[in-house]
C-alpha cells in the first residue's frame, strides 16, 4: 500500500498556470503507474495523465498540449503542470499509484479556473 498526499491546487485566471505535486510514501515509488485523475461536481472522475514506470505518458485529448505529468522516483514524487488553463479545468484533482491490479488514492485537491 502507498500513501499519497498532493499539494499546489488553488484558484487561478484562465490562461494561467499550476503545478500539482503528489508525494508517496510506503511501497517502492519507482515500481508504480501513477495517474492524475479529476473530479468536477455531477461529472465522473476522469483520467487527466498517466506515468507509466518506463515514464511513457499519456493524456486526455482535451489536455493534450497543455498538461505535462513528470516523476522524480527520487523524491518519490509525481507532478502535473498545467499550462494554459481554462473554466473548465476546474475540478478536484487526484493522484492515483497503481500496482499489480491495486489502486491508492490521494485526498485531492482542488483546482479552480474563475474570473
Known amino acids: 500500500q502507498v500513501q499519497l498526499v498532493e499539494s499546489g491546487g488553488g484558484l487561478v485566471q484562465p490562461g494561467g498556470s499550476l503545478r500539482l505535486s503528489c508525494v508517496a510514501s510506503g511501497s517502492i515509488f519507482r515500481l508504480y503507474a501513477m495517474s492524475w485523475y479529476r473530479q468536477a461536481p455531477g461529472k465522473q472522475r476522469e483520467l487527466v495523465a498517466v506515468i507509466a514506470t518506463t515514464g511513457i505518458t499519456n493524456y486526455l485529448d482535451s489536455v493534450k498540449g497543455r498538461f505535462t505529468i513528470a516523476r522524480d522516483n527520487a523524491k518519490s514524487t509525481v507532478y502535473l503542470q498545467m499550462n494554459s488553463l481554462k473554466p473548465e479545468d476546474t475540478a478536484v484533482y487526484l493522484c492515483?499509484?497503481?500496482?499489480?491490479?491495486?489502486?491508492?488514492w490521494g485526498q485531492g485537491t482542488q483546482v479552480t479556473v474563475s474570473n
Open positions: 492515483n499509484a497503481q500496482r499489480m491490479g491495486r489502486n491508492d
